[in-house]
């Protein structure tokens, strides 16, 4: 039942983290969230309406197509299967639920204890309450509820349980067709292919059945220059068409063979009689009074529909019984819970307060909440809370092409010069790792060779480095200066980041790092969606912000390329550049890891990042949440995520 | 005949009786007010902790003598470039008591009273016998940490002491940019009438619509680097309207009085009459606003730092210490509590004195006091 989720798979996207909290971008794409806030993104924002982004293309007759294209069969797959496999593999857990919910979690050891017992599936419908209404966390409200529109993590987050979707995958991001959605999914020979045929019980919450026609108008949707979708066409945009057959055969053809096709197809899918009429009088898809009663009332595909939403406040989702009932039989597993509230609370502490008061049963904590705020009877009278590995890194990103960061040396002088010690044992409270890079260093296209070793403050070799790259007190002022065109240049800089305490506080501590070698750092917090303008501009020296991970190392190729959209700070290096390419045709997992871990190192080597830290996930559920099992993407974002989580029966 | 019994035997002239100028009378009325000088008092208190914050809490020497000079690094407090670049060229890093040891033995040093730095958080080894500051809940009030530390495991006392700086400069420098404008906008009003106090009545009514918040704000998201000058700057010029419409009432009052038509007379400058006659008998009850108005700047910083919009990070100012307080509200109290008090205390000070100007220079109330 992994519609909408993480089923939306393209590739683009990185949702940055500095500022609040937590976001992500629904697709396998990594996600960039300024702590917590809301991210938009607006890779369209240089589209003329006049361009043209997607030719007529002439598909074959299916006829011809099975002819030519040696189908080979991929993975459909249940994913509350999958997840059951692998508990079943991992045998029972050592403790009881009894006793890991009378449990602290004090250590790592209690910590897996907990999350192996807590995270147990149901053995069967009579231990779930189908009644169950839950009360969930949103740090930031939800500005749309049209799947196109999705740019933040709250959007994708309810988009995830009220959209449809074909694909999804797993913890171990590998992809597969979901079988609530699909019969078959079929990749032809060549890899420029994908044939799927869809279920014929699917409906929209307005009764219209879902079809393979819904597929191709979204692709158009989004491919139409003139419609603003924030964040979903990077990764679409690179199929060449898609086609439907009949209601229930849709094929999608590749402009050419990567590895990464298997993600492009996964894009958020709208109804087409809601939009068919309408998208040509308003493109924007939300500000004609149609489109706007639309947005109120979104017709669902998904498991839950939304059934109230105020805004800045709540968005109420229920169950729909026409999702997994057609002609009054079950066809799919019966979502876990009648109705579910989000709940917007932008602030963590009243988050946390809420949690504690029973107003809501589960949100993301931060570093001091999970040491210090939530150790009490007060926070384990409802409440536990687990934390696992999540692949999200800060760093601090160098203007490459300005005046300081230039060098690569000076860059590699600021990654010795911080002090990364008192960064993770004083302000991260010893909870994170250090970051060794932009892969994860447990994730497969992490280097096998050449293992970056981790920064230590080591203030005379970044002094060294700077006097190599000409940065010197020439005139006895206490301040770095280097003759730039002429002129005396003194290094001052401004790093921007977000308006968290923690972002703060981490670039206080570059500033005093830096101020130890005669480097002036101003440190600027900044509201974030003009930390996303500036940052897209690039028009600044230094930003302090986060990853999530995405799917596929692909994703960071939009980081790091020469040019791509989201190099905020301008790299370039054409072996990078050359090793991307690559990796995208490169169809041997063995050797597109040799390939990611080569621009892993290239990158450690460059320093266009300071890396900091990773970030793991921390959570607090209430107690009588069940089913909660981790990716890297944390507990939602992937399948089966969400719909895992369940409540017990009454008795 | 009789002798007058209190005549001195020595017949030496009797002392003329000297009458007290305005100023002075108002000095002996205050001076009654007991509450009043108590805050005077404890605005003088704060004034020197201001002012010699660097020798109250800091980690660089108020005096020391290196390689046989003279250096005096605190100031650096005051502005980093007054702080002798030998220090950073001899790699000293900011942590100055074993560098002084190990790179010249024959130095000395007068260090603060207190080895904590209002910007950082000192680590294990920087001065014997002193553990490096804790962080996070830990962070409670110890000998070490007088008012515990912040999240960061910065000393709070620290901060405090060189957060006083910022309180009193907001509050003064604000105030006289407001006084400075208020006054000459008033004065020219009031003392020229006709269309330029039409005119100036109007603007002061329009600034009176700037919600200064806002315009602070506003300010903040254009302005590239906001320094706390800027902050003051904005108070400065928003807050002048009570001050020019006091000021011009006066103006008008004193402005028909014998002494300006004297000075008329005698061909003074509109100018002069304005500044040197009129102005000085109109300037105690503009001190009250002014007083009012300083506590009210303290506030507007305070809570301006509170909601993150203050001085760029490290702001050792009362009200980022109460907004680090508010992360871990049950948690860390002495956040919320010392900076609180401060600024309480601080700001009731200046009302009880503005109250004690007030009452010293109204007649009306000096007669109902009695």
């Known amino acids: 039942m992994q519609l909408g989720k993480p089923t939306r798979t393209t590739l683009a996207l990185i949702a940055w983290l500095a500022l609040l909290g937590t976001a992500c971008s629904s697709k396998q794409s990594k996600t960039e969230r300024p702590d917590g806030q809301a991210s938009s993104e607006d890779p369209l924002a240089e589209t003329s309406e006049d361009e043209v982004l997607l030719e007529p293309y002439a598909a074959p007759t299916l006829e011809t197509l099975d002819a030519q294209a040696e189908w080979v069969d991929q993975d459909v797959l249940d994913s509350m299967e999958l997840l059951r496999e692998r508990q079943q593999q991992e045998g029972l857990p050592s403790i009881a639920v009894a006793k890991a919910l009378a449990m602290r979690n004090t250590s790592t050891e209690s910590n897996r204890d907990m999350r192996l017992a807590l995270g147990r599936l149901p053995e069967n419908d009579s231990q779930v309450d189908y009644n169950a209404a839950l009360t969930r966390h949103l740090a930031v409200d939800v500005k749309s509820t049209n799947p196109l529109m999705a740019s933040s993590a709250a959007e994708f987050e309810v988009n995830s349980l009220t959209s449809f979707g074909l694909f999804g995958f797993d913890w171990k991001f590998r992809p597969f067709a979901s079988t609530a959605t699909v019969v078959s999914w079929q990749k032809s020979k060549d890899g420029m292919i994908d044939k799927v045929v869809m279920r014929d019980d699917l409906v929209w919450s307005d009764g219209q059945p879902i079809t393979a026609h819904d597929i191709v108008f979204s692709f158009q949707t989004i491919m139409n220059p003139k419609v603003p979708v924030p964040a979903v066409r990077q990764g679409t945009d690179q199929l060449r068409w898609v086609e439907a057959y009949d209601d229930h055969t849709v094929v999608f053809f590749h402009r050419e063979a990567l590895a990464t096709n298997t993600w492009n197809i996964n894009f958020p899918i709208i109804p087409k009689h809601i939009y068919e009429k309408s998208i040509a009088d308003d493109p924007t898809l939300q500000n004609s009074d149609y489109h706007v009663q639309q947005e109120n009332h979104p017709i669902s595909g998904g498991p839950y529909k939304i059934v109230r939403r105020e805004r800045g406040q709540t968005v109420l989702l229920e169950r729909r019984e026409d999702f997994y009932l057609h002609q009054g039989k079950p066809v799919r597993p019966k979502p876990h819970f009648k109705t579910i509230r989000f709940r917007v609370v932008t602030d963590s502490n009243t988050a946390l307060l809420a949690l504690k008061k029973g107003d809501l049963e589960e949100t993301q904590l931060n570093a001091e909440q999970w040491t210090a705020q939530t150790n009490d009877d007060e926070f384990y009278k409802r409440n536990t809370k687990i934390s696992d590995t999540e692949w999200v890194s800060y760093h601090f990103c160098w203007n490459c092409k300005s005046v300081f960061f230039s060098d690569r040396r000076v860059r590699q002088a600021m990654s010795h010069a911080f002090d990364h010690e008192e960064l993770l044992k004083k302000l991260c409270y010893d909870l994170y790792e250090p970051c060794t890079g932009t892969f994860h260093r447990q994730s497969w296209m992490y280097p096998k060779q050449n293992v970056p070793q981790p920064y230590h403050q080591d203030l005379d070799k970044a002094e060294d480095l700077l006097a190599q790259a000409g940065w010197e007190d020439s005139n006895g002022d206490g ?56 940052s897209r501009d690039h028009k600044f020296h230094a930003t302090f912000g986060g990853w999530g991970t995405g799917a596929d190392p692909s994703t960071s190729k939009n980081i790091f390329a020469t040019g791509e959209n989201r190099n905020y700070g301008q790299y370039s290096n054409r072996r990078v550049d050359d090793l991307f390419y690559q990796g995208e045709r490169e169809f041997d997992r063995d050797k597109r890891a040799e390939i990611y871990g080569q621009i892993h190192n290239q990158l450690w080597e460059d320093q266009p990042y300071t890396w900091l830290f990773y970030r793991n996930a921390f959570y607090g559920f209430n107690k009588r949440l069940r089913g909660y099992n981790f990716s890297p993407r944390g507990p939602y974002s992937y399948s089966p995520g969400f719909d895992a989580i369940w409540v017990p029966a009454a008795n | 005949m009789t002798t007058d019994a209190s005549s001195s035997p020595d017949h030496s002239p009797a002392e003329p009786l000297v009458s007290r100028g305005f100023w002075q009378e108002t000095w002996l009325r205050f001076r009654r007010r007991r509450l009043a000088m108590s805050a005077l008092y404890f ?80 680590r294990d080894d920087e001065w014997d016998g002193q553990p490096g500051n804790p962080t996070g809940a830990d962070g409670r009030p110890n000998r070490h940490n007088w ?14 002491v060189h957060g006083t700086r910022i309180a009193l400069l907001v509050g003064f420098v604000s105030m006289g940019i407001a006084a400075a404008i208020g006054v000459v906008v008033g004065a020219l009003a009031g003392f020229l009438g006709g269309w330029v106090d039409v005119l100036l009545s109007r603007l002061i009514e329009l600034v009176m619509c700037i919600p200064s918040l806002v315009l602070i704000l506003s300010l903040i998201a254009i302005i590239e680097e906001v320094t706390i000058w800027h902050l003051m700057a904005v108070i400065g010029v928003t807050s002048w309207t009570g001050i020019a419409r006091l000021t011009r009432a006066e103006f008008l009052k004193l402005k028909r009085m014998e002494f300006v038509t004297a000075a008329q007379a005698l061909g003074a400058s509109k100018f002069r009459i304005m500044f040197r006659h009129i102005l000085r008998n109109a300037l105690a009850p503009i001190l009250v606003p002014i007083t009012f108005g300083i506590a009210a700047a303290i506030l507007v910083e305070s809570g301006l730092s509170f909601l993150g919009f203050g001085a760029p990070p490290p702001n050792p100012s009362w009200g980022t210490l109460l907004n680090s307080g508010r992360v871990m509200i049950q948690q860390t109290w002495w956040l919320i509590l010392f900076p609180g008090l401060a600024i ?25 006091e009695k």
């Not at chain 2, 001899?90 to 130095?107: G, I, M, T, V």
């Open chain 1, 479 to 534: 301040i770095l200066d280097k003759q730039v065109a002429g002129r005396r240049q003194d290094f001052r800089f401004t790093i921007l980041c977000g308006q968290t305490p923690r972002s703060i506080k981490i670039c206080t501590l570059l500033k005093e790092s830096l101020d130890q070698i005669g480097i002036i750092c101003s440190v600027k917090p900044t509201e974030f969606t003009v930390l996303q303008q500036v």
């Open chain 2, 43 to 122: 605005v003088c208190f704060l004034g020197l902790v201001a002012l010699f914050s660097p020798c109250i809490a800091g980690t660089k020497p108020v005096v020391c003598q290196y390689k046989g000079n003279l250096y005096f690094p605190a100031l650096g407090y005051w502005n980093r470039a007054w702080e002798n670049p030998i220090f950073r060229k001899d790699r000293f890093r900011n942590r100055y008591p074993k560098n002084l040891a190990a790179k010249d033995p024959d130095s000395w040093a007068v260090w603060p009273l207190v080895y904590q730095d209002p910007y950082r958080r000192v």
């Open chain 2, 147 to 160: 008012f515990g530390t912040d999240q960061s495991g910065v000393d709070v006392f620290a901060q405090m």
């Open chain 2, 344 to 368: 309480f205390l601080t700001v009731l000070a200046y009302n009880l004195i503005g109250e004690g100007l007030q009452e010293a220079t109204d007649p009306r109330l000096r007669k109902a």
